[in-house]
């Protein structure tokens, strides 16, 4: 059974930042593209950036530059490390696994002064 399940997250002021990390199970995590998601109040879940079985990271222009994803396989671990955070990253952040339509239960992103 796919579990995921993300923390790390929490309220910051502009500028600031956050690590938020997801540990996965039930699956084979190094084979796996991992992905970070958000989904800002009132608006639909998107991603925000992923990161292959090869460390090959990609990332949605209005991130880039200020997040880095990464992953630790030997403990079935991606992280999302946010710099320079914006009001307008606030959102609950997911990771989810390309292969499986199986979400965790989020962790909340706040940034507000």
């Known amino acids: 059974q796919v579990q995921l399940v993300e923390s790390g997250g929490g309220l910051v002021q502009p500028g600031g930042s956050l690590r938020l990390s997801c540990t996965a199970s039930?699956?084979?995590?190094?084979?796996?593209?991992m992905a970070w998601y958000r989904q800002p109040p009132g608006k639909e879940r998107g991603l925000v950036a992923y990161?292959?079985?090869?460390?090959?990271?990609n990332y949605i222009e209005s991130v880039r530059g200020r997040f880095t994803i990464s992953r630790e396989n030997a403990k079935n671990t991606v992280y999302l490390q946010m710099n320079s955070l914006k009001p307008e990253d606030t959102a609950v952040y997911y990771c989810?696994?390309?292969?499986?339509?199986?979400w965790g239960q989020g962790t909340q992103v706040t940034v507000s002064s």
């Open positions: 990161i292959t079985s090869t460390f090959d990271a």
């Open positions: 989810k696994a390309s292969d499986y339509n199986t």
């Open positions: 039930g699956f084979t995590f190094s084979r796996s593209i």
